[in-house]
């Protein structure tokens, strides 16, 4: 990071939007396991077809970008 003021009162501020950072980091891929460990098995059994599992990929990919949004406010 790079810190624009004289002074370094920024700095508890910035220490603050990392935690959060790295909980949304963490939450981000425990959302992306539990997918994958409960969507993986159903695609090998074959008992979703390949566009509901397109779908649903797609769907947990926007639950993960959503989730990551929320860091917005972080930065502020």
């Known amino acids: 990071?790079?810190?624009?003021?004289?002074?370094?009162?920024?700095l508890p501020r910035a220490v603050?939007?990392?935690r959060r950072t790295m909980a949304v980091v963490r939450q981000n891929f425990v959302l992306?396991?539990?997918y994958n460990v409960?969507?993986?098995p159903?695609?090998?059994?074959?008992m979703v077809t390949p566009l509901i599992?397109?779908?649903?990929m797609s769907i947990s990919s926007l639950?993960?970008?959503a989730n990551s949004l929320r860091l917005v406010r972080a930065a502020r």
């Open 1 to 10: 990071m790079v810190f624009v003021q004289a002074s370094l009162m920024a």
């Open 16 to 18: 603050a939007a990392s």
């Open 32 to 34: 992306a396991i539990g």
């Open 38 to 40: 409960l969507a993986v």
């Open 42 to 46: 159903l695609a090998m059994a074959g």
């Open 53 to 56: 599992a397109a779908a649903a």
């Open 63 to 65: 639950i993960v970008i």
